[in-house]
């Protein structure tokens, strides 16, 4: 049957009149949506066509509010506007590499919900007159990519647009838009620190909408059901639900779709709760910032409400530490990790988070005979903002805030030689393939 046949045939059901939104059509057996689930629900998606219409869908994501899903938080309606004003063709990239370990977000709607990102992907290509559309993903969900899109060209749905995924290195640095948009115009995954931006210049040449395949999803919604109901959940400036992968010392780990402006607390509740006393909370993933437990559970789930604290959304990854567990040593091991996915592109990068790792491993060691923790103090401001990409800032942050959260036990390790913790039990989360013991 073709999308056209699907959209007469099909009644659109109202909007979500609560949480959740976008996962709302979750299976309960884990399979992804097909594409006839996904039109009984939806109906194809809203036409955008004739003079005028695509300014149109951007004012209506202007009004709603929307901000990128994907860590940056920047508006959605100016990305959409820049590249529409450059006229001529463009091309439409869905951000669903997701290459952060403790985030799962990105990883949960293209497995279970293709067709909602694939609409939103098809709806803002149309708004900015692309005529291609293409979906970054990783290894895990390249096939159900595939096979949705196989769908949809079956069904004659997206007249107009091309779709197709393409897989990505699964490197840390690799969903950085640059990085990106480097790759799939046949170079390297890695971010490119001159201008031209993606928007004036990007694949093949072209302006280039580069954007996270949530947010392509609440842009599928807003254009079916409006900015006012988008914005009939959220807080202050900050509207709409957010998906959040919560891990750690939870009941149940997960992915969940909150109210921007839910209280913290409120959140982990959703999780069922926390498995125990906790001592810390990582805020915005492997670039974000550890916060005291109990500050950050009276926090609002929201930029605003974290940013008193130190704290950001992020990648909007969630991470509850043990009481019982050493931030030291979880933040060395990390930080190891991290200085391993460098872009290789400067001094800062290549070496500065070596040594930064280095100085850190040595603490985490109770090892303070070469001055670590002094050296790792001198060397932080000196990195911050003079790298060729932000890859160096992000460390620089988890590291400071590990500094600050964990001051007490930074001085039993430098000190007393000796860790409160234990070191046997590691809590974030990070790929199999690299070494994850600090001793």
Request: proline share 7%; hydrophobic share 45%.
């Amino acid at each position: 049957m073709s999308g056209a046949a699907y959209r007469r045939e099909t009644t659109r059901a109202p909007a979500p009149a609560g949480l959740p939104r976008l996962l709302a059509c979750v299976r309960a057996d884990g399979r992804a949506v097909s594409l006839d689930a996904h039109l009984r629900r939806y109906g194809g998606p809203p036409a955008i066509r004739g003079r005028g219409a695509g300014t149109k869908l951007i004012e209506a994501v202007a009004a709603s509010g929307l901000r990128g899903r994907g860590g940056a938080g920047f508006p959605t309606a100016r990305k959409l506007e820049a590249v529409a004003a450059r006229g001529g063709r463009s091309v439409v990239v869905a951000n669903g590499t997701e290459g952060e370990p403790p985030s799962g977000k990105d990883k949960v709607l293209l497995a279970y919900l293709p067709h909602l990102v694939l609409d939103g992907a098809v709806i803002a290509a149309r708004a900015v007159g692309a005529r291609e559309a293409i979906v970054a993903v990783g290894r895990a969900t390249h096939d159900v990519v595939a096979y949705a899109i196989a769908e949809r060209r079956h069904a004659q749905l997206d007249g107009g647009v091309s779709l197709r995924v393409v897989r990505v290195p699964e490197r840390f640095v690799a969903g950085e838009e640059t990085a990106l948009v480097q790759f799939l115009g046949g170079g390297p995954a890695l971010p490119a620190f001159t201008p031209p931006r993606p928007f004036e210049r990007g694949v093949g040449g072209a302006p280039t909408l580069v954007q996270n395949v949530e947010t392509l999803a609440h842009v599928a919604q807003i254009a079916r059901f409006g900015p006012e109901w988008f914005r009939g959940v959220g807080a202050g400036d900050e509207r709409g639900s957010a998906l959040v992968t919560l891990s750690g010392a939870v009941q149940r780990p997960g992915v969940f779709e909150f109210a921007l402006g839910t209280p913290l607390r409120d959140v982990v509740a959703q999780a069922g709760g926390a498995s125990g006393e906790l001592g810390a909370v990582l805020s915005g993933g492997y670039f974000g910032t550890w916060l005291p437990a109990r500050e950050a559970l009276a926090a609002p789930l929201s930029e605003a409400g974290l940013a008193p604290l130190g704290g950001a959304l992020g990648a909007r990854a969630i991470v509850a530490l043990p009481a019982g567990s050493c931030g030291v040593l979880e933040t060395a091991r990390v930080v190891r990790w991290l200085a391993s996915e460098s872009a290789g592109q400067c001094g800062p990068c290549v070496h500065g988070l070596a040594a930064i790792a280095s100085d850190l491993v040595q603490i985490a060691r109770c090892d303070d005979r070469a001055g670590s923790r002094r050296a790792l103090e001198r060397r932080l401001p000196k990195l911050e903002g003079r790298g060729a990409c932000k890859h160096p800032d992000g460390v620089v942050r988890l590291v400071e805030s590990a500094l600050r959260v964990f001051a007490d036990e930074v001085e039993l390790h430098v000190r007393h030689g000796r860790c409160s913790g234990r070191a046997e039990h590691a809590v974030l989360p990070l790929p199999a393939r690299r070494p994850e013991a600090v001793r």
